[in-house]
């Protein structure tokens, strides 16, 4: 039937290396499938990454924070929320113009893209009818990913970039902070609560953008942000001076560039933790007897808010020093803890004193020293003697 040997043996070649043939077309199409499909995945992520900065949330109405990774990203925005808004306007989409901090755009309609690049994109857009009549605006601002963003502030200390302090426990305090010197800012939120508040804290800002209120269950702060725009001054309303403090504060300032960058910087303490007496009034009683008073903005009664008092004695006293209490070597220092009676005996070898106060009980900072010339007042009463003389 197949004829000699050699002739089967070539036919079965033959068939063979067509199955072999018809194997590796089957295998190259399966191949090819796969990458197409694998391409088609990357494509989709790609393309989902693209269209999704990493989240966005409202900071205040018609301020929106996007957070970026410094990849190419869109944000869609929308210039009538709900189709009835559309409805109820004589506006049709089609007729809804754009604007990009105040310069006209190509783009039109209800919906406008921003595009993402690393940390652009955050700009003041407005839609507007075609008769010039504003619609809405939403103010874009770009929070940069932790790892990669310049701070726009420079660090108070080793640690905070927010340095807080209170004169007392009256429940007031404020927080300074230092702009970097190529990133000036201004302040775009704050958010004052007690840690336990941290979820159920609504805070909102008066029309003049200056003045906030943080309110809770809990507490009731208010906030407002001085003239130099460095320093907020807030206090906490419901804060009961002579309770012991149960929760900390946790104070949150957003602050943003004039290219719509924002940072937040955090900082939470007890007031016990930053409380400061104002400097203390040293005044002289006889040739040998020096006294000094508790600060006027201190704390009553004084016996269940102490002071400490540290008291510093020169002989040379430097004449040519900023800071005579600082910049110059001390003779005799000591403590004065408790004291009643804020009186202090010095030597007439003794040319200046000077004296800073803490609370007794809290590792809380000094005050600045306060600074007194004995040398001068010698001088004057010898002066004064000569003149009656």
């Known amino acids: ?18 199955h072999k043939t018809q194997d590796s077309t089957f295998i190259l199409d399966i191949s090819a499938k796969m990458k197409l499909f694998i391409f088609s995945i990357v494509c989709v992520l790609l393309q989902v990454t693209r269209q999704n900065p990493i989240s966005h949330w409202p900071l205040l109405p018609h301020i929106l924070v996007v957070e970026v990774d410094g990849t190419n990203g869109q944000l869609p925005l929308s210039c009538l929320e709900t189709p009835e808004e559309l409805t109820r306007s004589d506006n049709k989409s ?7 901090n105040g310069e006209k755009t190509a783009q ?5 893209v921003v595009e993402l690049e690393e940390s652009l994109g955050g700009a003041n857009y407005t839609c507007y009818s075609e008769d010039g009549s504003l619609l809405n605006h939403t103010v874009v601002l770009i929070k940069e990913d932790e790892t990669k963003k310049r701070k726009i502030l420079v660090k108070a200390d ?29 302040v775009a939120f704050i958010k004052a609560r007690r840690v336990s508040d941290d979820i159920d804290t609504e805070c909102s800002v008066d029309t003049s953008g200056q003045n906030w209120t943080c309110s809770s269950g809990q507490s009731n702060f208010l906030c407002s942000v001085d003239d130099s725009g460095n320093r907020i001054l807030c206090a906490d309303k419901q804060h009961c001076p002579y309770a012991e403090e149960s929760e900390r504060i946790l104070i949150t300032v957003y602050v943003k560039t004039e290219h719509f960058l ?8 007890f007031l016990s933790d930053i409380v400061k007496p104002d400097k203390v009034k040293i005044s002289k009683v006889n040739t040998t007897m020096i006294e000094w008073t508790y600060p006027s903005s201190w ?10 008092f540290q008291i510093a004695l020169f002989k040379r006293p430097c004449k040519r020093c900023d800071n005579p209490c ?5 003779t005799k220092t000591l403590t004065v803890d408790f004291a009643d009676i804020c009186q202090f005996e010095v030597k007439r070898k003794t040319k200046a004193v000077c004296i800073r106060a803490k609370d007794a009980f809290c590792n809380s900072p000094w005050s600045e020293w306060s600074h007194f010339g004995l040398e001068k ?11 009656r003389a």
């Open 1 to 18: 039937m197949w004829g000699n040997s050699s002739t089967k043996c070539q036919l079965i070649t033959h068939i063979k290396g067509a």
């Open 94 to 100: 089609q007729d809804i113009l754009w604007m990009k």
């Open 108 to 112: 039109r309609g209800n919906s406008y």
């Open 158 to 186: 080793q640690e905070d970039y927010l340095k807080c302090s209170a004169q007392n426990y009256k429940g007031e305090f404020h927080c300074s902070w230092t702009w970097h010197r190529h990133r000036v800012g201004k």
């Open 262 to 269: 924002v940072e937040n910087y955090s900082k939470q303490f």
């Open 299 to 308: 704390s009553s009664p004084f016996s269940y808010f102490p002071l400490t």
């Open 326 to 330: 600082t910049d110059s070597k001390a």
């Open 377 to 387: 007042n010698k001088k004057n009463k010898h002066q004064r003697n000569k003149k």
